[in-house]
């Protein structure tokens, strides 16, 4: 089911239209890096506040709140554009491992995101544990990441 | 045709040391990177699948950290991000990660220009690529003294005065434009040997070499 659904979007008007320019593949693609840049420095700001290492003059919770807005912001654009160049290259995508490591990863990572690290972090950072945090913060850049060199390996393995 | 005034042959005359100092710049770059080429590690670096995969990798991801800090100060500067911060304490605080991530990317986008020297010189992104971080380099510099000369006036502003916001505006679109180059680079649409107009030839430097590339 899961393979005929990939099957279908390649050969899909949305899939034709991916393949049917070279550069629209790589505009989409670079749209793509973009939205990584504000991903990661969102992700890399915040995580590094709470490890203690960037801005640890300003409230870990004003940085934290701030920088939620723009990861999800960047997220929407990288979901958007990574499901559209999927769909230029569906099939391939399908056999490929590092495209299900990378999946793996980005639905851990938003899981991780939503459901542990943004409610965790609602209240009083100062009522908690700061090797908590810290954690936290590990877990968070480890997982994008892992979802990071993945996408670019899946370049390098087709 | 002759040039028939003086003002045609200032104008003849300019066009030809014009074309002549692009033949000669376009012929050293590329007598250059053929010298690069003939080193082993050049080959080293393109042979190994490995090592030039990681290297690639690491450019590619170390842009989430040395993009991703500038890209939280210039939207701090615009007055869109972390407004109740003093935007000098934003800029300061997150210099020292932003150029280690930057100093990342040049060694790796050195070495990545050391393992494929011709075909990089010739690729009109790559061309354009380094226009535009000459460009943001100074748009940076400029306002980094701007910064230094007048940030304590309107620090606690939560929207800088116009001049922060251009050269942030700037700095955000010569920067997505470095991606988009960057990312372009790998396409052969412009590929010298290609049948292409005689600007984008002369764009790419597509001259003949002693070695046969062009």
């Known amino acids: 089911m899961i393979e005929s659904f990939f099957s279908w979007l390649e050969t899909s008007a949305l899939g034709a239209f991916v393949k049917d320019q070279g550069a629209t593949f790589a505009t989409i693609e670079a749209v793509h890096l973009m939205a990584l840049a504000v991903l990661g420095g969102s992700v890399l700001v915040s995580d590094l506040r709470l490890c203690n290492v960037v801005l640890t003059d300003v409230p870990s919770k004003t940085v934290t709140d701030n920088a939620h807005k723009y990861f999800k912001i960047s997220l929407i654009v990288l979901l958007v554009t990574g499901f559209v160049m999927l769909s230029g290259v569906a099939v391939k995508c399908y056999h490929n491992f590092y495209y299900w490591v990378k999946m793996a990863a980005l639905a851990a990572g938003i899981l991780f995101a939503f459901f542990v690290r943004a409610p965790l972090l609602q209240g009083d950072h100062a009522e908690l544990n700061p090797m908590t945090l810290k954690l936290v913060a590990l877990a968070s850049m480890s997982l994008w990441f892992l979802v990071a060199a993945s996408g670019r390996w899946i370049g390098f393995s087709g | ?214």
């Open chain 2, 1 to 214: 045709m002759r040039p028939q005034s003086p003002h045609e042959w200032a104008r003849f005359h300019c066009g030809i040391t014009r074309e002549l100092e692009a033949s000669v710049l376009n012929s050293l770059a590329l007598r250059f990177a053929e010298w690069v080429d003939s080193l082993s590690i050049s080959s080293s670096l393109h042979e190994s699948f490995y090592l030039y995969n990681w290297i690639e990798t690491t450019h590619v991801l170390t842009l989430m950290l040395s993009l991703g800090m500038l890209f939280v100060i210039d939207l701090r500067m615009l007055g869109w991000w972390l407004m109740d911060v003093p935007a000098t304490r934003i800029a300061e605080r997150l210099n020292r990660p932003m150029w280690i991530g930057f100093s990342i990317m040049i060694v790796t986008g050195i070495l990545l220009y050391v393992a494929i020297p011709i075909r990089t010189t010739q690729s009109v992104w790559f061309r354009l690529k380094l226009i535009l971080l000459v460009a943001a380099a100074i748009n940076a510099i400029a306002f980094n003294k701007y910064l230094a000369a007048t940030g304590k006036t309107w620090d606690l502003d939560k929207i800088p005065p116009k001049r922060a916001r251009y050269a942030a505006g700037a700095s955000l679109c010569l920067w997505a434009g470095v991606i988009v180059c960057g990312r372009f680079i790998a396409y052969d649409w412009f590929d010298c040997g290609k049948e292409m107009s005689a600007f984008m030839n002369w764009a790419a430097g597509c001259i003949a070499s002693a070695a046969g590339h062009h």
